[in-house]
């Protein structure tokens, strides 16, 4: 079983896995203040130093392997504890948008920081935030540039196809675990979860699922190859087939919903023995 | 929990299998910004969108609430080369930047770009046009403070624990029972009916995005939280909490908790142990939460999922029909 479901799943709610599990999605909407209050700190503005956090890793990294692995082993904790994101196939992914309330669309702060992009309009949108604190955006202009665009579980369901369709990864994001605030769709090297984990290591677990590719049905056609953001994925000229490495795969299903033949399914990771303990 | 053993083990196949191995040990190249010449990076972008590493970042700098920054002000943004290691003196950046505002140190060599033609960014980022996000008008998206002032006053725990202990003294058993009964859901109903009407009457800038919201989706959101926010203010005035215990609230249950009740508390302290053991405030809580759901026109359950008395919390769950 995943650490995290042992963690925070419940065994009556969502099959025991622990982003399945509603009460990861609960929060309160008002605090008891002193008269007169002030916001201040990262209540005033708390995505403003969003992606200076490399800066740091960057020094740690010259300094040399041993500096590096005592470091690692903190990030890597930390993603234990659930204090990042995991990836989540889409069919999880609509199970979601039913228990998280209320659901905003957003901009993407990774891609608005690292790549300047500067959404205005929702249909561009590629992030979404959940829970109560979307309700108060408004105090963030710069984070949610351009607005938030409020939606029931069904219009959700639907921009996460469309998501899905155009190639980004789901990956949901936790604010203080295990509470769920967060619901990426995203690509490397945009992606500072992605590529945190790619590049250094850190954050982003891997999904509770696993792809693989029933060759009878596999026409070697090479569509999925777009698709994937892991390297785990590759069009195989030997046996003219797709060939997934299940190490380097995060079961994000992006190869899953592309395959015209229906040839790539999603496997449960703990079926898989020596997958089980692979995050 | 697991044992210690399953913990290490784990830790090391995570360690393993975690993603490539990132390069160590070596001097990335020093990527150095004049911030003279790069005066409004996030109207600009060409060295963000350009590097194949992505390793600059542009943060907005000083924020004021409720504004958005223009980029096209010199000082709203800061462009920082954080992702040095992704860097290979590609010079793509350097190739792309209209100020050579970039320059690159790797072993001893310094690279710097062409010379280009002296052009004032800024200048010519004032010319174009942007619309800036700007809060429709000044809000608040705290609960307001007349709220809490009214409700404690009238509806507070001290106030009213002493009320009831004053009604029940020198009663019996059976005559506490009926008169406690009554007091409470008495209590109850009148409480959450006015922290419903002075919820409306101080609405907060949380409560009109809610709103609008749930006109523009079907509905969604409405339940749970509209009776979230009256059942949040209702206990925040009058239960001396700073916040109140959500777990759950989504579009089929809001489930909420009261962790050591200070009104039980002050019943046991007001009329002894045996009235608190009777437990009859939870006649107030369950009455509160029925009263707001019809009051709302809302279908739901209401039901205890834990007592002070027994499990040192109460919990409510409203599970919609």
New interface residues.
Partial sequence: MCHLCELYGDANAGEGIWYLNPKNYARQMYRRRPPGYVPSGAESGPEAGIGLGGLRTVGIMEQGLDAWLQYQKGIIERARRGGGSQVVPIKDAEKIMDISSPIGLIACICRKVDRGVDERAPEEYTCMGMGVGMLKWERWPERYKGGVHLVNPDEAKEWLWKCDRLGYVHALMTFGAPYIGGFCQCEYPACSAIRGRLDFGAGLLKGHYVAKVDYDKCTGCGVCAQRCQFGALKFEVTVDKANIDPFQCFGCGLCETACPTGAIELKWRASIPALREVW | M?SQHTSA???L???M????L???????PQIEIDHEKCTVP?WC?KC??VCP??L?????QN?E?????D?RLPGTYKL?P?????CSVCELCLEVCPVNAIKITYLDQTYTGVEKEKIDLAAVAQKEPY?L????RP?S???A?EV?SLLEGEYGYEKVTSQFAEAIANKSKAEIEAIGKKFWEDYGRDWIKRAHQVGEEYPD??YE??L??AD???G??RF??VP??VI??AY??CMG?????????????L?YKMPDCPTYKAIGEKAGAEVANLFLCSRGCLTAAETLLRDLNMDALVEMEGTMPKEGFCQFAIRRG
Avoid at chain 2, 17 to 20: A, E, K, Q
Avoid at chain 2, 65 to 69: C, H, L, T, V
Avoid at chain 2, 133 to 136: D, G, L, Q, R, T
Wanted: hydrophobic share 35%; net charge positive; aromatic share 12%.
């Fill in positions: 697991e083990k784990r830790g196949v995570i360690a299998v975690y993603g490539r990132p390069t160590v040990g070596i001097k990335f996030f972008k963000i969108q590493g992505n600059f970042s542009v943060n907005q924020e609430r409720g504004k958005e920054n980029p920082t954080v992702r040095r290691d992704k619309p996000f700007v809060a429709p809000y998206f705290e609960m403070d809490v800038r949380t995005v809610l609008e919201a523009r989706s079907g969604f959101g749970p939280h979230q926010r949040e203010f925040l005035s909490v700073e916040t109140l215990p959500v777990i759950e609230n989504n579009q089929y249950r489930i």
